[in-house]
């Protein structure tokens, strides 16, 4: 067994990096050989038993488990045994980014949070379902599990400039335990020239099988990258590993037709 523990780094990927991912994602989706042979309206498994092919090379922080579980005194840690097809951020990691650029996409995942930890899955690497220990919670927000993250200023320290989108209810589930996430995304869209003529959507969201979002527009990403990144017609998924531990497992992404 692996005892982890979360060093609470709020630490944010690189402007310049994500850029980088960005502007390759709008030209061209990288893929690996599983997601190679899938094609639109297939199921594509992002998490292929000891295999991390699926993923960027930078996987710095994040380990493969079969299976985590909190620690029996100290419920903000986890516990991981060896293994494989769980994915685990030990709470210092860097953010994990597909191979594969999605436009129109599916996904399923679940997820597996500790006591006070944070996480977030971002469509196009931009905008973000966040993943939250707020069970408790009752008021209803975007920052909360579940929630279309606020946008939000990184200077002279980091803040929301904007509320978000709260879900309709709080669905989320007690940390330690797994909890499922689908959602199905439409990429913004760009003519000719370059000019964006439609929105991202959230077309709809369910967190642990209860309809949260339902056809959400997305007039500019979420975070920090509302002014600083891109919006690009195709991006990889990423998880976000550096806000807290988190744990994944089930993740899979179904392109959809044009």
């Not at 949070?113 to 919670?137: A, C, F, W």
């Not at 209803?140 to 939000?152: E, F, I, K, N, S």
Request: glycine content about 10%; hydrophobic content about 40%; aromatic content about 8%.
């Amino acid at each position: 067994m692996t005892l982890l523990r979360s060093s609470d780094r709020r630490g944010y990927f690189g402007v310049a990096s994500m850029l980088t991912l960005l502007l390759l994602g709008a030209g061209t989706g990288v893929m690996s050989p599983v997601a190679e042979a899938a094609g639109a309206d297939e199921w594509i498994s992002l998490l292929e038993g000891a295999s991390l092919a699926n993923w960027q090379e930078d996987q710095t922080g994040w380990s493969l488990a079969s299976g985590v579980k909190l620690h029996p005194d100290a419920p903000d840690q986890l516990i991981s045994e060896p293994g494989d097809g769980v994915l685990i951020s030990n709470g210092d990691a860097v953010n994990l980014y597909s191979r594969q650029n999605f436009q129109d996409v599916e996904l399923k995942c679940e997820f597996f949070i500790p006591r006070d930890s944070n996480s977030g899955v971002k469509l196009n690497g931009l905008y973000e379902i966040q993943i939250r220990d707020t069970h408790d919670m009752k008021d209803l927000t975007g920052d909360m599990c579940g929630g279309v993250y606020p946008r939000a200023k990184q200077e002279p320290s980091y803040e929301h400039i904007d509320d978000g989108v709260a879900p309709m209810e709080n669905a989320a589930k007690p940390a330690g335990e797994w909890q499922t996430l689908q959602l199905t995304f439409y990429s913004p869209r760009f003519d000719a020239a370059g000019k964006k003529i439609a929105d991202a959507r959230f077309e709809h969201v369910m967190l642990n099988g209860r309809e949260i979002h339902k056809q959400v527009d997305l007039h500019y990403p979420t975070g920090a990258a509302w002014n600083t990144m891109p919006e690009v017609p195709r991006g990889p998924l990423m998880l976000q590993g550096d806000h807290g531990l988190v744990a994944f497992r089930g993740i899979q992404v179904r392109p959809l037709a044009k």
